[in-house]
């Protein structure tokens, strides 16, 4: 069983820049962003395999997003740059995919979700 708790979402300024962070109490080797905006569907935002040193971005976030993790803290953060209104919705951390390790695989293990707000 692993359980994650993020944190660091705000209301930024368009043009800004936030760093949301995870962190886990157990040990995963994949991990993943995803965010959910009113009326949309979530969607993975990025993911990151540790033992297969592998970073994936989904296409609306690449070169302003950054997705790393502090093994020693077992913490996952996400750096985000360069924040537009589009941004806006609540980030979830997802661990544990239960099949592969890509933003389309089933996750078991999700987080409660950190609100941010572009405006």
């Known amino acids: 069983q692993v359980q994650l708790v993020e944190s660091g979402g705000a209301l930024v300024q368009p043009g800004g820049s936030l760093t949301l962070s995870c962190a886990a109490s157990?040990?995963?080797?994949?991990m993943a962003w995803f965010r959910q905006a009113p009326g949309y569907e979530r969607e993975g935002v990025a993911i990151?395999?540790?033992?297969?040193?592998?970073?994936t971005y989904a296409d609306s976030v690449k070169g302003r997003f950054t997705i790393s993790k502090d093994n020693a803290k077992n913490t996952l953060y996400l750096q985000m740059n360069a924040v537009k209104s589009e941004d806006t919705a609540v980030y979830y951390c997802?661990?544990?995919?239960?099949?592969?390790?890509?933003?389309?695989?089933?996750?078991?293990?999700w987080g409660q979700g950190t609100q941010v707000t572009v405006s």
């Open positions: 990151m395999s540790i033992l297969g040193s592998r970073t």
């Open positions: 157990g040990y995963t080797d994949c």
């Open positions: 997802a661990a544990g995919p239960t099949i592969g390790c890509w933003l389309d695989s089933p996750f078991a293990y």
